[in-house]
């Protein structure tokens, strides 16, 4: 079987060196055959899910270095299923808010379960507090970094942000909200995007400059954090990896969300409309 070619819907310049590398090769080495037997997104989101879970039995006994390893494994097996179900997704066609929702609770449930796992092996107090603080954190983070790179991938095309398509599951709706928050805090820029006599030149600009701040937020990915819980257990101490979601994480989503805003505002700037009112058209200035 022929093995397709990147599809271009990631930028390389913000993408995690192990995704470029091992993870979305290894996906796209399995898209033809997963094609052909009709294995649809959804099914490989729920195998990845699967994955994840297997990872955590292997983390309950982190205490053994093979059992740590095994979990990195399956950890990494489960990044494949990630990416891959996106792959079969818009080869096929069968993008839809449902899918996009449960790829995004899959993810979570994954972590959900490696957090109870390592804080039920500490057995303290101590240990389930910083669990707790770290998933909540966690979802935090995963939710505004998620939107900060949908909004960097779609703005380098000269797009600026659109509602997403009104939907009746309150699913999808509660998943949305959450997701879009910072999509109606960045607005400006998009209303710039949307304004500007040329959208594709100002889009290309704010990619060249938008894409150091997102290549900082990186850390932020599944992958930092699979990595983070491996190297945690094999220090025999996995509150490690807590203390890392709690304190290096946060500091580098708010540097990083401070350092975008800041490349939106130059930009608007340096174009002329930072000032302008959102309903009056560079046209009508002139």
Known sequence: MT??????????????????????????????WAIARGISANTVSVIGLILGALAAAAY?????????????????????ADGLDGMIARATG???????????ICDHGVFALLYLV?????????GWILATAA????AVQ?????????RFHRRCKGIAAAPPAPSRNPLVQ????????VDRIAFRFDEGLRRAPDPAALGKAYGDRAAAPMGLMRLLTANARVLAIFLACLAADPRLFFWFELVPLTAVLA??????RNVEIRLLRTVGMASEHPSQSPIQRT
């Open 94 to 104: 069968t993008a839809s808010p449902l899918g996009r929702t449960l790829d995004g």
């Open 135 to 138: 998933g909540v954190i966690h």
């Open 255 to 260: 540097t990083g969300l401070f350092w975008h």
């Open 3 to 32: 093995i397709p070619p990147p599809d271009g819907s990631r930028d390389r310049r913000i993408e995690d060196p192990t995704n470029l590398w091992i993870i979305h090769p290894a996906g796209r080495r399995l898209l033809p």
């Open 142 to 150: 995963s939710s505004l970094y998620e939107g900060e790179r949908a």
């Open 174 to 181: 509660l998943y949305d909200f959450v997701a879009g928050s």
């Open 118 to 126: 390592l804080a039920f092996s500490i057995g303290t107090r101590e």
């Open 60 to 80: 309950a006994n982190w205490t053994s270095w093979p059992f740590a390893l095994l979990g990195l494994i399956f950890s990494t097996g489960w990044l494949i």
